[in-house]
């Protein structure tokens, strides 16, 4: 009988030491449920987050892409108002030869007497030979640094004086 009582006894442990084990082991899995659960949660607004990272990206590149649009929009106008104002600072100068040509033409006509012509209204002095001359020599010079459509027309000017 004494096998019998140590069996009861070593049964009796095994079942405590079984039911320990089992317990430890619902703990374990429970507190192993709350981690995954908080895991869980973290990569959810990590997620969130980085959602919002990469929409301030992409909103960032549009505003930056609408920004260069505007800046080449921008050049560009600036270029045709450069190009217009050439444009109207050459029709300037076209205007200038032909008033100098035909101011030229009616003095050396001798149509128009010198103090007849400087008493209009419109011109308070009459310029002299050598100052003409100057104001050619220097308009000839600006007009070499222009483009050279704009120099053929200075050619048929210079070509008839």
Do not use: C, P, W
């Given at each position: ?111 128009f007497s010198k103090q007849s012509f400087g008493s209009g209204s419109t011109t308070s002095k009459i310029i002299s030979q050598p100052e003409k001359r100057q104001m050619i020599k220097e308009d000839r ?21």
């Open positions: 009988m004494v096998k019998k009582g140590g069996e009861k006894k070593s049964s009796h442990e095994n079942l405590s030491h079984q039911r320990e084990t089992e317990r430890l082991l619902v703990e374990n899995f429970v507190a192993l449920q709350k981690v995954m659960a908080n895991l869980s949660q973290k990569f959810d607004t990590l997620t969130r987050q980085i959602s919002e990272l990469l929409k301030l990206f992409e909103d960032s590149a549009k505003v930056i892409v609408k920004n260069e649009i505007e800046k080449k929009k921008e050049d560009r106008g600036d270029k045709q108002l450069l190009d217009t104002m050439v444009s109207i600072l050459d029709q300037n100068k076209v205007i200038a030869k032909g008033l100098t040509l035909m101011y030229e033409t009616i003095i050396d006509s001798g149509s010079s600006y007009s070499s640094s222009i483009n050279s459509d704009s120099s053929s027309i200075d050619d048929s000017f210079s070509m008839e004086s």
